[in-house]
């Protein structure tokens, strides 16, 4: 059974820090997904990584993925505090429709 | 170009009684899939339409039910509710099946069960 694991599931960091999001899961993958959630509102895409050594970036976030590992992380460099919501996770199972999503981890960036 | 639309965007319903939630995608995408997400449960899959088809359907009891039209616009029913239906239902439309692509996501339809 897939199984995808978030941490950490909450973060607070100072503005102007980095850190990393780690996304692991249980079975073989061919691609994995990363959203933001705002309080309130809906799911909106940031990455979708489709190989082993796919590496995606996009302003302070980078992504990337260890097929090998079965690995995803998200790297937030520089934190505003734009940054600050909740950042989920979803693989696919290899050769499978079916996708599971992590826990999420709840961002807030403090000034 | 319009996102995803989900109808209603809340609503208050008692045990017992069905409800109909409606989602149309974005112009064009013909796979429609459908997420509850809960506090407690995190976002879980229900069901993924294509083509007027089912094609996946996640570890859901036979209450939740759902449909897609030609036009490729999908709805979700869930009868004889219970509270712990209570949830933001989540419709997601891609161009091909849900799997293979990006998934846009509509706002949402926030169910509460009293």
């Known amino acids: 059974e897939l199984k995808v694991e978030q941490n950490p599931l909450f973060l607070s960091m100072q503005e102007g820090k980095n850190y990393t999001i780690y996304c692991n899961y249980s079975?073989?993958?061919?691609?994995l997904y990363w959203y933001r959630q705002d309080p309130g509102k809906s799911l909106e895409s940031l990455f979708v990584l489709l190989s082993n050594g796919a590496v995606k970036q996009e302003g302070r976030l980078m992504a990337s993925l260890d097929t090998k590992a079965r690995l995803s992380t998200l790297h937030i460099t520089a934190a505003v505090h734009d940054l600050s919501a909740t950042y989920f996770c979803a693989v696919v199972l290899y050769n499978n429709n079916d996708m599971r999503f992590g826990a999420g981890t709840r961002l807030t960036v403090k000034p | 170009k319009a996102g995803v639309t989900q109808t209603p965007r809340y609503l208050i319903k008692t045990r017992g009684q069905q409800v109909t939630l409606s989602c149309s995608p974005i112009?064009?995408?013909?796979?429609v899939s459908w997420y509850q997400q809960t506090p407690g449960q995190g976002l879980q899959f229900l069901f993924e339409y294509f083509s007027e088809t089912q094609r996946n359907k996640g570890n859901f009891p036979g209450r939740f039910s759902g449909r897609q039209f030609s036009n490729s616009r999908s709805e979700m029913n869930v009868s004889t509710l219970e509270l712990g239906d209570s949830a933001l239902y989540l419709c997601?439309?891609?161009?091909?099946?849900?799997?293979?692509?990006?998934?846009?996501f509509g706002e949402g339809s926030r169910l509460t069960v009293l």
């Open positions: 079975t073989t993958s061919d691609r």
């Open positions: 997601a439309s891609s161009l091909h099946r849900a799997n293979t692509g990006e998934l846009f």
């Open positions: 112009s064009g995408h013909r796979s």
